[in-house]
């Protein structure tokens, strides 16, 4: 069976500053994985997905994710955090046909 | 064209009433999932549709829970005699493809559904 688990509720950072969500998974085969982004009152965006090729994935605004089978990791970075990032985060990984499995979700606060 | 969308987008159901969630998927998406978001947490699957076949319902909690896609494309949840451990949002993603686990779920602004 496969899970995820998102090593933190919250994370604060202000504006500038780098960016860091954990994110450790488990699965029984090679997964795809993914970076959801999810603002208040909208919809889930997804930001960035592994599914095998490089294992250095670039996603939108700025947002990259390293896989790292040793690890069984897919921590999300970026170099400098803007107010807009401010939003709820979801690490997700999927099995074959199957559906995705999500985290529990990181709170991103970003300062001034 | 246009996204995923849900309706109602916010829902107040007295518990023991039946409510009904209705899904618009892009035009043309074959998968589509329906996924259940407690306060707090991520989002959970309840089932998903190839087309107009039900090909996976493991999720859904229990027999008062039931969707349906007749023509394979808008989708209904419906959940009978309402509890209040029902209350949540309702997520509803569609996929261009046959699901295969690499391919980008598009998800709506889902469902609000509150039971008092």
């Known amino acids: 069976a496969q899970s995820v688990t998102q090593l933190d509720s919250h994370v604060s950072v202000s504006e500038g500053t780098p960016v860091l969500l954990r994110c450790n998974y488990s699965s029984s085969y090679s997964p795809s994985l993914f970076w959801y982004v999810q603002h208040p009152n909208k919809g889930l965006q997804l930001l960035l997905k592994?599914?095998?090729?490089?294992?250095l994935v670039k996603g939108i605004n700025g947002f990259e994710a390293e896989f790292k089978k040793s690890e069984t990791s897919f921590h999300l970075t970026k170099p400098s955090a803007h107010m807009s990032d401010a939003a709820e985060y979801f690490c997700?990984?999927?099995?074959?046909?199957?559906?995705?499995?999500f985290g529990k979700g990181t709170m991103l606060l970003v300062s001034p | 064209g246009a996204g995923v969308s849900q309706s109602p987008r916010y829902k107040v159901a007295k518990r023991g009433q039946d409510v009904a969630l209705r899904c618009d998927p892009i035009s043309g998406h074959v998968s589509l999932f329906w996924y259940q978001q407690a306060l707090g947490q991520g989002p959970e699957f309840l089932t998903y549709f190839q087309n107009e076949a039900q090909l996976d319902k493991s999720g859904l909690p229990s027999d008062r829970f039931f969707a349906e896609r007749p023509e394979g494309s808008v989708s209904t949840l419906k959940i009978q005699r309402t509890q209040q451990e029902d209350s949540a949002v309702y997520l509803c993603?569609?996929?261009?493809?046959?699901?295969?686990?690499?391919?980008?779920?598009?998800f709506g602004p889902g469902t609000r559904l509150t039971v008092t």
């Open positions: 997700v990984v999927s099995e074959g046909y199957s559906t995705l499995t």
């Open positions: 592994y599914t095998s090729a490089a294992t």
């Open positions: 993603a569609s996929s261009l493809v046959v699901a295969s686990g690499s391919h980008e779920q598009y």
